[in-house]
């Protein structure tokens, strides 16, 4: 018998993704401390901008520069009652860097409020977009699902998926992720001029600084197509690589020397995410109607890479039929290649394996 449960799917989320849990699991913090450093995170990363500026922060940030504080403050009592102990080996290792580098606790405690943003502020509405877009495109999810299904080990013990593995046999649900981002990516990289250059008729002058906006690009169709505004899950397919433009084109990372270095991390978290929700759940909208509707981004924070929804997108969630009872275990292979989404990660051989 299915168990079903109403979720509500949505970045720093409301339940089935919420950012909350996550933090929670990675740091193993109390209930109590969870919730502050959640609520005090979102504060501070809708404000962040504001602070950026750094005018009268006091006064035109005042909020989120108090959020920031009382996270940080959250932090360093987590640490002085030992809760990293009980935390993820990232979050032990990460700790144990800065004590042997004689890093204050206050100043650790810090860095967790920028680290946890880092981790947090873009991977969860990619995988938010990632799952949604699948499922909202006919077809797709069956695809994916029969992908995935075949990456599963089952033992005695229960049944485990490799990130390594679906990687290295998924295409196509590897494609969806890059394509959702393309979609749905709005970074800028900045450059500033350091010799006056022409590129054509324009003039760039020494000195200038040039912005270069990912949405622009990716949403340009002299480079990806008639079809630029619509989400196609193949479009990043290896045996049509031929038909997309040039592999600089997708900035969904940033590039050159400033490329976003945690990228790799990032996409196995988001691929994780997606892959289990696939195969452990059956997910229905909640909408009259049974349609999926793709929520507005009017209100995205100016400071976020990944577009944030301005709306929830409420379902309602059932163990997918033969796996109630199971027991999951995510693995992480190592392997020489990896999974080349920019060009900075591309060698000379075209298939993408670096």
Not at 52 to 61: E, W, Y
Not at 240 to 245: A, E, G, S, V, W
Request: glycine share 6%; hydrophobic share 40%; proline share 5%.
């Amino acid at each position: 018998m299915r168990a079903s449960v109403r979720y509500t799917i949505a970045p720093y989320s409301k339940r089935l993704l919420r950012a909350e849990p996550l933090l929670s699991d990675s740091l193993r913090l109390p209930d109590s401390l969870s919730r502050l450093t959640y609520l005090g995170l979102m504060e501070f990363e809708s404000g962040l901008m504001s602070i950026l500026v750094g005018f009268l922060p006091a006064l035109t940030a005042r909020n989120p520069v108090a959020a920031r504080a009382k996270v940080a403050e959250a932090f360093e009592k987590y640490y002085e009652a030992g809760g990293v102990q009980q935390a993820s080996a990232l979050a032990k290792k990460r700790y144990q860097a800065e004590i042997d580098n004689n890093v204050p606790l206050k100043d650790i405690a810090r860095y967790e409020v920028g680290g946890s943003i880092a981790v947090l502020v873009n991977t969860v509405p990619a995988a938010f977009w990632t799952l949604l877009l699948i499922h909202s495109c006919p077809g797709l999810l069956k695809e994916i699902r029969e992908e995935v299904d075949a990456c599963i080990k089952t033992t005695e013990a229960g049944s485990s998926l490799d990130i390594t593995v679906l990687k290295e046999s998924c295409p196509l649900l590897l494609s969806s992720y890059q394509e959702a981002l393309r979609c749905r990516s709005m970074g800028t990289s900045i450059r500033e001029v350091m010799e006056d250059t022409y590129l054509g008729q324009w003039l760039l002058k020494k000195g200038a600084m040039l912005q270069m906006p990912s949405h622009v690009i990716h949403r340009d169709p002299n480079l990806w197509g008639s079809d630029v505004d619509d989400f196609n899950p193949r479009k990043f397919l290896p045996e049509l690589k031929q038909h997309r433009p040039r592999d600089v084109c997708f900035r969904a990372f940033g590039g050159g020397k400033t490329m976003c270095p945690g990228r790799h991390f990032a996409t196995n978290e988001i691929v994780a995410v997606v892959a289990v929700s696939i195969v452990r759940f059956d997910l229905e909208p909640m909408k009259t109607g049974g349609s999926w509707e793709l929520p507005t981004t009017m209100n995205t924070n100016v400071a976020a890479v990944v577009m944030q929804p301005d709306s929830d997108v409420e379902v309602e969630v059932k163990t997918r039929q033969g796996f109630e009872d199971a027991k999951w275990t995510i693995n992480l292979r190592e392997s020489e290649n990896i999974f080349a989404m920019v060009a900075e990660d591309y060698s000379k051989d075209s298939t993408g394996a670096v």
